[in-house]
């Protein structure tokens, strides 16, 4: 017993004597700093790989900005071969821009960002520019998925690798450490590079890029516990004048004033300093991330004498965090929503498009995400999967976008319309929250405009108020108004300049199945008007008297039509001018009920079409999209002014005239028609596309009830055509022709359609 006692007493004094002794084994702690630099910041995964390899065991980890995003994924457990592929499998040129997919969008935003060339903010009759490029949302989605694993935890000391990013208060200037919180929204503050991201909001604080005041944080590191530094610098020095060609190069080129001046000291705070060489590569250059990662490799190597010092001084080396595994489900059982002052929760929820309590795809709650900013209501959106013991907590912090009024333009181009530049003006929450009221003049060879209020009950029934007035003029051929007008023959003319004028009021509502299918039940009153200058400057002695005459015009139709209509839309094209994949069908059905009745000829009749398509790709950047399409007219009524007519390119035709290759514009008529349409489209460069077209149709009157609608097409038509998907809009050219025609057709248009 005594034996043991004294062994109890004395063993305190060996350990302590045993750890002074000479050459024992003494383990080290292992600090790791990452810079921030946005994409040069790739060159962290290379350096990373190289530390592994040297076997050294990394304890704590501070970064800012790119340098906090590389950080927080490997203290989370990510290996440096696994965030080489998590980099290489997300295009992150695309993640910053924020481009939302077009399925995501409502469907007036669709119009919307298919019909303006640019949007700014309109506020108090100041036309402002926005407070930045994105808003990081598809950022922020692809870093919850990615750290899901480590979603309970709030304390980042307790993360498999303890860990902090650096961040400033915008308000006071001063530096935030962020150690705590949710891991993806405080990663997220650290990177908000002014000008790129909005401003985060992090516990009341408005919090940008930490890299303004602390962009390599090794003090703090120190500060943990480390003994040794290992420290990954991909800053540069100060550009020349020709490398600052965007506000982003400028202002980091301001933010290096600082950083430059102090990493001086820094670097002598480093044990082992690892510094790439980026001067060639700008904050945004993620194309170019095989050859980032190779230069991080390289300078790494060049320390690989201090690296192998460092892991033999460290007696436990094998020591890894856990590899996250891949969570392609989960179950929301409770939402809560924070900073929704004027959107309902019904809003809210119907954009999310899952049910509560049911377990669904990773990807279904990002699309749900996606659909919610795609409204354009909010200016960001957090959001936290926190754990209940059932299932999950999704908790939104939302951040609604002050700027209610925009101001938009829009310029085009084309054979029909001729020039025209457009002016919008936007209004959110005229009325009442949901609400979106928009008024478009267009101005040019053709005045027109195009308003619009529309109250967004997504998945419930919403409600619009529509008014358009449209027009345009025509060369073509007589023989087409007499067919279809009570007009004498006249020999001695044979082509007419046709004016169209269209003004619709529409009252309808509306509702919508996952932003894709919308139907809608409506009233419409419509004032069509189709006259001509022409026969009124015959000579003397040629006039047709058989028409009626005003202000200089002779005119075939001036009819007020009122009618009920209904509408079933699905929309799931990538793009509206050069889809490659997705589905489109729109079905029309109008009972027209009363009129005005100008020639005297007027008898109930309904107007039923559709159009249905799809997109798909063939092989790399060629796809093919084939459409069918046919409409027909129900009743005796002799009214011929709403019947189908062929002929023309357009995206943005009116009533019931289509589009036909081969032909001019207005030139196939008939009650009823069908119509085949298929185009292979070949994206040779980014943007630049080379397209072959044809198409086969059907048109006659009565079209169906003779049957001729299945024989062989009586019209074809084939086109050859270039493409550029520009930022003002498409710009297209294509050269068509017909085999049962000696006539070719050119048609050349110039931005978005309207």
């Not at 006071?172 to 997220?188: H, Q, R």
């Not at 108020?465 to 044979?494: C, G, K, M």
């Not at 049957?707 to 050269?735: C, K, M």
Request: charged share 20%; aromatic share 14%.
């Amino acid at each position: 017993m005594r034996s043991i006692l004294l062994f109890l007493l004395f063993m305190p004094l060996l350990a302590l004597s045993q750890a002074q002794i000479p050459g024992a084994a003494q383990d080290i702690k292992v600090g790791l700093v990452l810079s921030g630099g946005g994409a040069k910041g790739m060159a962290h995964i290379g350096a990373l790989k190289v530390i592994e390899e040297a076997g050294v065991r990394i304890d704590y980890i501070g970064g800012t900005s790119m340098g906090a995003i590389v950080g927080a994924l490997y203290s989370s457990g990510y290996s440096a071969t696994q965030l080489d592929s998590l980099f290489r499998n997300n295009d992150f040129s695309v993640l910053i821009q924020d481009e939302l997919p077009r399925t995501a969008k409502p469907f007036y935003e669709k119009e919307a960002a298919e019909r303006y060339a640019l949007t700014l903010p309109f506020q108090k009759f100041k036309v402002s520019i926005p407070a930045a490029l994105s808003g990081g949302q598809n950022i922020y989605n692809e870093l919850v998925q990615a750290l899901y694993h480590v979603k309970d935890i709030s304390d980042f000391n307790e993360l498999p690798i303890p860990f902090f990013c650096i961040a400033t208060d915008v308000e006071t200037g001063e530096e935030v450490l962020l150690n705590k919180g949710y891991l993806p929204e405080a990663i997220m503050a650290s990177g908000t590079f002014p000008s790129l991201f909005m401003p985060a909001e992090v516990d009341g604080r408005i919090l940008i890029d930490g890299g303004v005041l602390n962009n390599y944080p090794v003090d703090r590191v120190r500060a943990l516990g480390a003994d040794i530094i290992i420290g990954v610098d991909v800053q540069h020095g100060l550009r020349e004048r020709e490398e600052l060609n965007s506000a982003t190069e400028v202002l980091l080129q301001i933010n290096n004033y600082r950083t430059i001046g102090q990493m001086q000291e820094k670097r002598l705070k480093t044990d082992v300093y690892i510094k790439p060489v980026m001067e060639q590569y700008s904050v945004i250059d993620f194309e170019a991330q095989d050859s980032i990662v190779a230069e991080g490799t390289r300078a790494a190597r060049n320390q690989w004498a201090a690296l192998k010092e460092v892991s033999g001084q460290q007696t436990d080396v094998s020591r890894r965090p856990p590899i996250p595994k891949a969570v392609d489900s989960l179950v929301v059982n409770r939402l809560i929503i924070r900073g929704n002052s004027s959107y309902s929760r019904g809003f809210i929820k119907g954009k999310l498009r899952f049910d509560l309590s049911e377990k669904i795809a990773f990807k279904d709650l990002q699309e749900g995400i996606i659909n919610l900013a795609a409204t354009d209501n909010f200016a960001t959106i957090r959001y936290e999967l926190i754990s209940n013991g059932i299932g999950e907590d999704l908790i939104l912090h939302l951040q609604e976008d002050p700027v209610q009024s925009f101001i938009r333009f829009g310029l085009h181009y084309d054979d029909l319309y001729k020039t025209a530049g457009l002016v919008n003006y936007t209004k959110k929450k005229l009325l009442a929250d949901d609400d979106l009221a928009s008024l478009d003049l267009i101005l040019g060879d053709h005045i027109r405009y195009n308003a619009e209020y529309f109250v967004d009950k997504g998945s419930y029934w919403s409600f619009g108020i529509n008014s358009r007035y449209n027009s345009f003029d025509e060369e073509i051929d007589y023989s087409l108004i007499q067919q279809n007008f009570s007009t004498r023959q006249n020999p001695d003319i044979n082509v007419i300049n046709l004016d169209v004028t269209d003004l619709t009021n529409q009252i309808y509502m509306q509702t919508t199945l996952r932003e894709e299918f919308a139907f809608s039940l409506g009233l419409e009153h419509k004032l069509l008007k189709f006259s001509t200058r022409t026969l009124n400057q015959l000579p003397d002695g040629l006039e047709d008297t058989g028409l009626q005459n005003s202000d200089g015009r002779t005119y075939f139709e001036n009819s007020n039509y009122f009618s009920t209509f209904g509408q079933l839309t699905l929309d799931t094209y990538d793009d509206k001018y050069f889809p490659t994949r997705g589905l489109y069908f729109d079905g029309d059905f109008h009972l027209y009920l009363f009129s005005s009745d100008f020639n005297d000829n007027f008898s109930e009749f309904s107007i039923g079409k559709a159009r249905m398509g799809a997109a798909f790709p063939l092989w790399s950047k060629l796809s093919l999209n084939l459409e069918t399409e046919g409409g027909f007219k129900l009743g005796v009524s002799e009214i011929t002014s709403l019947d189908f007519v062929l002929g023309g390119f357009g995206a943005e035709m009116i009533n019931n005239f289509v589009p036909f290759l081969g032909y001019d514009f207005l030139s196939l008529p008939g009650n009823s028609y069908v119509k085949a349409y298929g185009r292979l489209d070949w994206e040779f460069a980014r943007n630049h596309h080379f397209m072959f077209s044809l198409n086969y149709a059907n048109v006659e009157d009565d079209l169906f009830r003779i049957g001729e609608w299945f024989t062989t097409p009586d019209y074809s038509g084939y086109g050859i055509g270039y493409g550029w998907a520009s930022f003002f809009g498409p710009v297209q050219l294509l050269y068509s022709w017909s085999p049962e025609t000696d006539n070719n057709v050119v048609f050349f248009s110039v931005g978005y359609w309207f």
